[in-house]
């Protein structure tokens, strides 16, 4: 038995080094830096401990303007994309023919790099001095005035940024949802249909109850995903996000540690923190009104 | 007769309802998968677009009668497009090589060996998976800079070939297998190594391809990690390459060039899903989230 | 209701062969009278449940009409034919209580029959009460037994009052002893509510037993209808013969002779006026009666007492079975010589089949060898 005990905590060992270094370590490290007051890389002194870092941070406008800018994109990406996977999911559910084909095409973002995609979506939203770009024409088409996406005003550079965001989250929500559609019981839509239920009613005692743990995973999944916002915002505006004015979170916590105002990691890691906490509430207050809504 | 005009009224009525809903259903859908597909439409268009043509066009044009492949010439000369590429795919390799090192080892100790604590390390394990790594990457890159590891590969590589969710995967997959075959294997005198690598991995076959295409979609998209600890174009990924075509490179100007890199960039990863679309699709929904 | 099928048929492409057709249901024709239980009956496969399926308008049929009383419903959407269906496995939905189950079809109707809240509650415990569920209005499905999941869904689909009531393999989820209890409760509110009901089994002693009437299926084709009683009896082909009783017929490879029927070396039965020549035999095990000086000799293999009833099982080499099961009243004193047993039959348990077609030959019972 203690010769076989050794021996499975040897299989262990590579994942229990790495984690210990990389995950566990930095966990109780990330605490220490949060609390060290005016620690500075260059020199790795600190003069205090107390919670000085926190306070700066929530004072600091860059911050705040971080906190405004990740609300807005939770608010509106997270309902907003998992409606609109639920239409096309419901779509894809009612059709035989191309079923499968659409899945393919829908799930394509899911394998492409948020950079360069991001790229795509800039050069089509952007104006610039040899053309206004071919979203502003369309809008010019439809008799609307040109705005700047990426340079211009806050509402415009928000309206891309959660427009990319849900067309990057989409591909995993749909492909979840579809399953959970396929996994409902045929027979009771038969049941519904003979019991004379019409189809939004169907919809609406039926499959949406059926579906709904699928729903509240994919709102808590979704919720955290984006709270973490960051890349798609840096591929969009570039990696000074604070002077666009559409920094996330992440992305103060990761210029408080490298870039031009890098260098903090005390800020970072009550950035970081601050960030965490946020997420915490926000995912037990879903898991607390989900106990209530799903039924099993 | 006159119920019988009724009924009629109410087939018709139910047909026609169908045919609408179904033509709606699939209007909406082409749409979307127009919004999906157009941006890789418009960067496959603007990389074969010759500079002077596209920086003429007020109004873009949706097709081009004169492709021209010069976008790519330009785009792996005048930026080492070619040197993101390498060195992403050793990234990949090695990362996902090592981190199924690790974990597979792991993931049968725990799905078929007994040892003292097995119950207490493997909550320990578990609870490690709620852990954001935002909050770890903070300490992460302290340590690495302290082992003067930026711009390494090593750097880059190490903080990622442990993944709690796959050894989780893996386990939950090992424990499928029936005990019959470990104790048929103890009778013949296989050593657990053998075992595993000669009865377990080949029967959890899907599983670990599952897990290797999981991780390879993750290490060429990974950006935020290999930003903070490379700034010597040396080690660039493509993902840092390409911020920083957009932002000091030709990109600025040259836009045909730029949407040649994305394009050579995003292919490889499509294809791979073009040809492992079920496994993608299946592994994803059996747990991965996007990054 | 009167249910007229008028030549319906179902075919599906074949899933196996493209271009392939697989037909399901192949020209029913038939008329159900008013307020009758009527079993459909026929082994897995045979297009019994396409059939219910196409009566209660999920699938449309191929070619054919259905009538319910005079209106010819063939392509009216399933949710105004004013049909109730249970399914084989319920479908009851997990989610609500089994009162929100059974209001469930009353919250679907629209215009003048459109309900209050009160009406529709009322209407579904007087649902309740007539499959005795009363005390259970509170639960959730999975909280359930499979006979009170059973109750809740005959429930659901009888609050609408439908004017066909239709059943898929209703006893096929319960245990032996709950399908006993149930199917004379599918008897009784069947009875109680007189709507004209239809149900689907593979098994021939349910069908047998509640059914005014009972239709025997083979892949697709209608064997035949009657009242079990008369099918049982008088069946048309060797098919039906087989598929109806328990313990099922003895077939043997038999043949006539001078009007009468051999088996093996012994002339068992006087067939008059069927020809010579090779012809397949069937005997009910309860046709067999112990006779020491009976012309039918079988070697014994075993006697089980089963109480009321012997069954002895014994061999003979022209069976299409290993064993011949014959049914005798229990006597005490059953003693077999040397293994050999020996019985009389009684004519009217013997059924005489063509060995190509399989169609019934008739002859007259109680005649005598000429």
């Known amino acids: 038995m203690k010769k076989n005990s050794l021996k499975a905590w040897l299989y262990l060992l590579p994942a229990i080094l790495f984690l210990g270094c990389f995950m566990v370590y930095p966990l109780v490290d990330v605490l220490v830096y949060s609390l060290e007051e005016g620690y500075s890389s260059a020199s790795q002194s600190y003069y205090g401990v107390g919670l000085y870092n926190f306070s700066y941070v929530l004072r600091d406008p860059y911050f705040l303007q971080a906190v405004k800018n990740t609300f807005l994109l939770v608010i509106i990406t997270v309902p907003l994309s998992t409606g609109i996977a639920l239409l096309i999911s419901l779509g894809l559910n009612a059709i035989k023919p191309l079923r499968g084909f659409f899945q393919t095409v829908y799930f394509l973002p899911y394998v492409t790099n948020t950079l360069a995609v991001g790229l795509v979506f800039m050069i089509l939203f952007k104006k610039t001095a040899y053309t206004d770009g071919l979203v502003n024409l369309m809008l010019h088409f439809f008799g609307g005035g040109t705005v700047d996406f990426i340079d211009g005003p806050y509402w415009a550079k928000m309206f891309v940024l959660c427009f990319y965001t849900v067309w990057v989250v989409m591909p995993f929500k749909i492909l979840i949802l579809t399953s959970a559609l396929a996994s409902v019981n045929p027979e009771y839509y038969s049941a519904a249909r003979m019991d004379g239920a019409n189809s939004r009613r169907i919809f609406r005692k039926i499959t949406l109850p059926m579906i709904s743990p699928m729903i509240f995973y994919l709102v808590i999944t979704g919720f955290i995903g984006a709270f973490k916002a960051y890349s798609d915002a840096v591929a969009l505006f570039g990696t000074d996000l604070n002077a666009a004015g559409m920094n996330t979170i992440v992305g103060y916590v990761y210029d408080m540690l490298y870039g031009n105002s890098g260098g903090r990691p005390s800020f970072a890691s009550a950035a970081a923190l601050i960030l965490f906490a946020i997420v915490l509430t926000i995912t037990c207050i879903n898991l607390l009104i989900s106990k209530k809504r799903v039924h099993y | 007769m006159e119920a019988k005009l009724d009924y009629d009224l109410i087939e018709r009525r139910a047909a026609l309802k169908k045919r609408l809903f179904r033509t709606a259903d699939y209007f909406f859908l082409v749409l979307w998968a127009v919004m999906v597909l157009f941006p890789f439409y418009w960067m496959i268009l603007t990389s074969v677009k010759s500079y002077s043509s596209y920086n003429s066009e007020y109004i873009p044009a949706f097709f081009t009668l004169t492709p021209t492949l010069l976008n790519y010439r330009e785009a792996f000369s005048a930026v080492p497009l070619a040197r993101y590429f390498l060195n992403t795919l050793i990234f990949t390799v090695a990362t996902t090589g090592l981190m199924m090192v690790v974990i597979v080892p792991a993931a049968f100790a725990f799905a078929r060996l007994e040892f003292r604590g097995k119950q207490l390390a493997f909550t320990f394990f578990l609870s490690l998976m709620m852990i954001p790594t935002e909050l770890v990457v903070i300490t992460n890159f302290v340590t690495i800079t302290n082992l003067h590891l930026r711009n390494t590969f090593a750097g880059l590589i190490l903080p990622s070939v442990t993944s709690v969710f796959y050894i989780y995967l893996l386990k939950e997959n090992f424990e499928q297998i029936p005990d019959e075959l470990y104790r048929a294997a103890q009778v013949d005198g296989t050593s657990d190594f053998k075992y595993l690598t000669h009865v377990m991995m080949p029967i959890s076959k899907p599983t670990l391809v599952t897990i290797v295409i999981l991780k390879v979609i993750e290490c060429w998209n990974s950006y935020i990690w290999p930003r903070l600890i490379t700034d010597n174009p040396k080690y660039f990924l493509v993902s840092n390459g390409i911020q920083e075509i957009r932002e000091n490179g030709f990109g600025r100007e040259n836009i045909p060039a730029m949407m040649a890199a994305v394009v050579v960039i995003s292919a490889p990863l499509i294809v791979l899903f073009l040809i492992f679309r079920k496994k993608i699709m299946a592994g994803v929904s059996r747990g991965g989230t996007k990054g | ?370």
């Open chain 3, 1 to 370: 209701m009167k249910v007229v099928l008028r030549n319906l048929t179902k075919r599906f492409p074949s899933r196996s062969k493209k271009g392939d057709e697989v037909i399901a249901v192949n020209n029913f024709d038939f008329e159900i009278p008013d307020g009758k239980l009527i079993g459909l009956l026929g082994p897995s496969g045979c297009g019994k449940s396409t059939t219910l399926n196409l009566i209660s308008g999920l699938e449309a049929p191929t070619e054919g009409q259905i009538f319910f009383g005079d209106d010819d419903v063939t392509r009216l959407p399933p949710e105004n034919r004013g049909v109730g269906l249970v399914f084989q496995n319920y479908a009851l939905y997990p989610h609500l209580t089994v009162l929100e189950n059974i209001m469930f079809p009353l919250e679907n109707l629209k215009g003048k029959n459109k309900m209050s809240k009160q009406e529709m509650r009322e209407k579904a415990r007087e649902a309740a009460a007539l499959v005795q569920i009363e005390g259970l209005l509170e639960r959730r499905p999975g909280e359930m037994s499979g006979g009170q999941q059973q109750r809740v869904a005959i429930a659901r689909a009888l609050v609408k009052r439908p004017r066909v009531l239709l059943l898929d393999e209703p006893l096929s989820n319960l245990d032996a002893r709950l399908r006993l209890q149930t199917r004379e409760e599918i008897r009784r509110i069947q009875q109680e509510t007189g709507i004209t009901t239809i149900f689907v089994t593979h098994d021939q002693d349910e069908a047998m037993s509640i059914s005014d009437m009972i239709v025997v299926m083979k892949a697709g084709v209608v064997q035949q209808i009657g009242a079990p009683q008369e099918v049982y009896d008088d069946p048309v082909n060797l098919f039906v013969a087989t598929f109806l009783g328990t313990p099922p017929i003895n077939v043997f490879d038999a043949s006539v002779s001078g009007g009468m029927l051999v088996i093996g070396k012994d002339r068992v039965l006087p067939v008059p006026g069927v020809p010579d020549g090779k012809i397949t035999a069937a005997i009910r095990p309860e046709g067999f009666v112990l006779d020491g000086n009976g012309p039918f000799s079988l070697k014994l293999t075993r006697v089980e007492v089963m109480g009321r009833d012997t069954s002895v099982v014994s061999t003979h080499p022209d069976c299409r079975s290993p064993f011949v099961r014959s049914i005798i009243p229990s006597r005490k004193d059953f003693r077999a010589d040397g293994g050999v047993v020996r019985f009389s039959l009684v004519p009217e348990k013997v059924h005489l089949f063509d060995p190509e077609s399989e169609i019934r030959v008739p002859f007259e019972a109680g005649g005598t060898a000429q």
